[in-house]
C-alpha cells in the first residue's frame, strides 16, 4: 500500500517591523550631534523615545525641523524605514519652544491588510492567496514562482508603510 504524504504549500509572511534597537542608536548619534554642533547651540534641541514615540524638542520651529531632518539621516544610514514614523503636527511648547510627536508604527493595520489582500488578489495569480494573521498577512501559493512574484509586486508597490517578507516555507 502507498504511503501519501501531505505536503504544505509554499508560504511566507509579510510583516511591518520597526528595529527598535537601531531607532534609539539614531537617536542617540541625533542627540549627541545636536548638542555638538554650533546651530544648535542654546536651542535645548532634544529628542526623547517612547516604546511607541519619539518626541522632538527645540527652541524655534526651524531648529526643530533641523532636527528631525538630523534624526532623519541617522535613521536612514541605520536601515530604518522612514514609512514606519507618522509625524504629527509641530506644536507650541511651555516658554515658546516648539514640540512635535513622532508615533511609531509596527504592525500591519486592517486598513493596510485589506489594501494588501486586494493587491494580491488583484494581481490574479492562479493558486495564490493572502490571509490576516493578527498584525500580519500570510500569503500561500502552489508554486515558489508564484510568491516570488508576488514578493516583487509588493516590494514595487507603494503601500506607505515598510514591509519585511519572512518566514518564506518551500
Known amino acids: 500500500m502507498a504511503r501519501r504524504y501531505c505536503r504544505a504549500m509554499p508560504s511566507f509572511d509579510i510583516v511591518s517591523e520597526v528595529d527598535m534597537q537601531e531607532v534609539r542608536n539614531a537617536v542617540d548619534q541625533a542627540n549627541r550631534e545636536a548638542a555638538t554642533r554650533f546651530d544648535f547651540k542654546n536651542t535645548d534641541s532634544s529628542i526623547d523615545i517612547s516604546d511607541d514615540a519619539l518626541v522632538l524638542h527645540s527652541a524655534t520651529e526651524d531648529r526643530l525641523r533641523a532636527l528631525r531632518q538630523v534624526l532623519d539621516e541617522k535613521l536612514v544610514k541605520r536601515s530604518v524605514s522612514l514609512k514606519a514614523f507618522d509625524a504629527g503636527k509641530i506644536e507650541e511648547a511651555s516658554k515658546g519652544t516648539a514640540r512635535q510627536h513622532i508615533a511609531i508604527r509596527a504592525g500591519i493595520s486592517q ?19 493572502s490571509q490576516t494573521q493578527g498584525d500580519q498577512l500570510r500569503v500561500t501559493g502552489k508554486k515558489r514562482d508564484d510568491l516570488q512574484a508576488v514578493i516583487t509586486a509588493c516590494k514595487e508597490e507603494d503601500f506607505g508603510i515598510p514591509l519585511q517578507f519572512n518566514n518564506f516555507r518551500d
Open 111 to 129: 486598513e493596510h491588510a485589506k489594501r494588501l489582500n486586494k493587491f494580491i488578489k488583484d494581481l490574479g495569480l492562479k493558486g495564490v492567496s
